[in-house]
């Protein structure tokens, strides 16, 4: 049974920093790539953050220079550190695995202006 389990969410004012974690399980985690969507009031949900198996990286263009995805395959978690966070970046966050409909419960960001 997969599963993926978020943390690290909460209410942070603008300009400050969050790190989220998703810790990973019945995958084998250091083969799959895994990625960061979120889904804000009334929008549509996207794509944020992305790392290969490799390490290679991609970013949607909102949070490019400001979010770093990282993964530790030791521990099956991956990172997404966010700084310099915006109203805008106000979301529920979700771990998943791409390619598969594997997806996490999500954590709740909430940046206040």
């Known amino acids: 049974q997969v599963q993926l389990v978020e943390s690290g969410g909460g209410l942070v004012q603008a300009g400050g920093s969050l790190r989220l974690s998703c810790t990973a399980s019945?995958?084998?985690?250091?083969?799959?790539?895994m990625a960061w969507h979120r889904q804000g009031p009334g929008k549509q949900r996207e794509l944020v953050a992305a790392v290969s198996s490799g390490g290679l990286t991609r970013y949607a263009g909102s949070v490019k220079g400001r979010f770093t995805i990282s993964r530790d395959n030791a521990k099956n978690t991956v990172y997404l550190q966010m700084n310099s966070l915006k109203p805008e970046d106000t979301a529920a966050y979700y771990c998943?695995?791409?390619?598969?409909?594997?997806w996490g419960k999500g954590t709740l960001v909430t940046v206040s202006s």
């Open positions: 998943t695995v791409p390619g598969t409909n594997f």
């Open positions: 019945g995958i084998i985690f250091s083969v799959n790539a």
